[in-house]
T-cell receptor, first 112, second 111 residues
Framework: DGGITQSPKYLFRKEGQNVTLSCEQNLNHDAMYWYRQDPGQGLRLIYYSQIVNDFQKGDIAEGYSVSREKKESFPLTVTSAQKNPTAFYLC???????????FGPGTRLLVL | GNSVTQMEGPVTLSEEAFLTINCTYTATGYPSLFWYVQYPGEGLQLLLKATKADDKGSNKGFEATYRKETTSFHLEKGSVQVSDSAVYFCALYDNFNKFYFGSGTKLNVKP
């Protein structure tokens, strides 16, 4: 089955700790995205990548970092600089230049 | 800049009622428009889309028409079911690999 997987489903972070959220897709999509969703709010773009080894900041990139070493993988690291990390994180992918985005099931990050 | 505005919720309806969720957009050029649905604790699923003016997207009884003259893409369904209860997001794609989402509208359908 083709799709996008995110792990873990729930993640707990201690103060001052960096944590990494996984996103993997087997759809052969060029573009991948990370969004943050807060309760009762819409999606805000953190980072996106149109091709391997290239990525751009979205609207709320501060306190986050990404890498795109492989086409199928786009991990997101939430660093200690992100002071309010508690949120639902969604990964998505699309065929570059063709518009439909496909979403993973999400990771809920909580601070201990 | 590009943006999407959709009606605030929650919207509460009885089963078999008619649904409209309003969505308007601001964009340069000719964006593609989407409706996504999110069930509790899950990611977003594509519901329908339209890529040019006057196109009608439809799926599972839901419809939306791309109206360039009013910059709107309102979601409609003739008869809602309890299983339609979810959060609905209107979105646009700017044809430069960026997507813009509305804030979401929660729909509650009561038996």
């Amino acid at each position: 089955d083709g799709g996008i997987t995110q792990s873990p489903k729930y993640l707990f972070r201690k103060e001052g700790q960096n944590v990494t959220l996984s996103c993997e897709q087997n759809l052969n999509h060029d573009a991948m995205y990370w969004y943050r969703q807060d309760p009762g709010q819409g999606l805000r773009l953190i980072y996106y990548s149109q091709i391997v080894n290239d990525f751009q900041k979205g609207d709320i990139a501060e306190g986050y970092s990404v890498s795109r070493e492989k086409k199928e993988s786009f991990p997101l690291t939430v660093t200690s600089a992100q002071k309010n990390p508690t949120a639902f994180y969604l990964c998505a992918s699309s065929i570059g230049g063709i518009e439909t985005q496909y979403f993973g099931p999400g990771t809920r990050l909580l601070v201990l | 800049g590009n943006s999407v505005t959709q009606m605030e919720g929650p919207v509460t309806l009885s089963e078999e009622a008619f649904l409209t969720i309003n969505c308007t957009y601001t964009a340069t050029g000719y964006p593609s428009l989407f409706w996504y649905v999110q069930y509790p604790g899950e990611g977003l699923q594509l519901l329908l889309k339209a890529t040019k003016a006057d196109d009608k997207g439809s799926n599972k009884g839901f419809e939306a028409t791309y109206r360039k003259e009013t910059t709107s893409f309102h979601l409609e369904k003739g008869s809602v079911q309890v299983s339609d209860s979810a959060v609905y997001f209107c979105a646009l794609y700017d044809n430069f690999n960026k997507f813009y989402f509305g804030s979401g509208t929660k729909l509650n359908v009561k038996p």
